[in-house]
């Protein structure tokens, strides 16, 4: 089964919040190698005028990649996650995440391009936090190969 | 603290290197949440054609951005960052070595000043990234707040 070309303009409404922790602030700095102490150190991030401990600039993947989830377990959209490989992305930045926020993540499906046999899809999640505030955008393109 | 007024466009900010092993991986995909197993399994990875295992993209996008949150002292300075996925970083598990403390794929990564707005008090760093002599990320570009 091939991409669904319908998909562009659909729209996944959030799904259940997103608690940001402390903790695994801490993990993904690790884990992306990440030395600021305004990570780690609650005192690091005060001193730069944050509540908490700061997320890393691409911290919002894991909301993203949820959020993306709903379109790639969608049976409409005939996408095979083992033929996906992530092609393009960018974060944009509204206000800094930091441990305590909860967010949620409204998903765009913004393009579908086809490429051959394959297909390239661009969404959006726009992540606020549960009472509105707008905290970040991203964008993700995602090649979907096409089936041998 | 960075003074905005003396960056020059094309100024190099700095040189970072990053290594990358299978643990890494493993701990990135725990981390993360993205558990596709071309990122820990050597045997589908190369079933669905690829070299070996590869790093997630986005270990590599995550990993190299330090080098522009410890030069501006501020990760949170970093309003915008994006890039393309290019190349894999193919990270290896050689015979005789010790998971653990192998170290791996080293990825280079240099930071250039590629543009500066006087009004909004950012300048953009553009990050060249290179892994095993090939460029894996391309248009690497991260805007800091000043």
Not at chain 1, 55 to 75: G, K, M, N, S
Not at chain 1, 117 to 137: L, P, Q
Not at chain 2, 5 to 33: M, P
Not at chain 2, 121 to 128: C, H, K, M, S, Y
């Amino acid at each position: 089964m091939g991409i669904n070309p319908d998909l562009a303009g659909r729209i996944y409404p959030a799904g259940e919040s997103y608690q940001v922790g402390r903790e695994k602030i801490r993990e993904f700095a690790a884990a992306t190698k990440a030395t600021s102490r305004a990570h780690y150190d609650v005192e690091a991030a005060r001193k730069l005028g944050y509540s908490d401990v700061v997320a890393p600039p691409t911290f919002a993947i894991i909301i993203a990649q949820r959020a993306d989830a709903q379109l790639i377990a969608d049976p409409a959209s005939g996408i095979d996650f083992s033929r996906v490989v992530h092609a393009d992305q960018r974060f944009t930045h509204h206000r800094p995440i930091v441990a305590g926020d909860e967010l949620l993540a409204e998903l765009y499906v913004d393009q579908i391009r086809e490429m051959g046999a394959g297909a390239m899809i661009t969404t959006r999640a726009e992540i606020t936090t549960v009472g509105g505030e707008k905290i970040a955008t991203t964008v993700s393109s995602l090649l979907v190969r096409a089936e041998d | 603290m960075i003074n905005f007024d003396t960056l020059e466009k094309g100024q190099v900010i700095g040189t970072h290197t990053v290594t990358v092993n299978r643990a890494d991986l493993v701990r990135y995909a725990g981390a993360s949440g993205d558990f596709n197993p071309i990122h820990w399994n050597e045997r589908f990875a190369k079933e669905v054609e690829l070299p070996s295992v590869i790093a997630h993209g986005m270990f590599t996008m995550g990993s190299v951005i330090d080098l522009v949150s410890t030069w501006v002292g501020n990760p949170a300075a970093v309003i915008d960052y994006q890039t393309r996925f290019t190349k894999p970083v193919v990270v290896e598990d050689p015979e005789g070595t010790n998971p653990s403390d192998f170290e791996g794929t080293t990825i280079e990564v240099e930071g250039k000043i590629g543009a500066l707005d006087a009004e909004a008090r950012t300048a953009r760093v553009d990050l060249a990234v290179s892994a095993n002599g090939a460029k894996v990320l391309l248009k690497c570009q991260a805007v800091v707040q000043l």
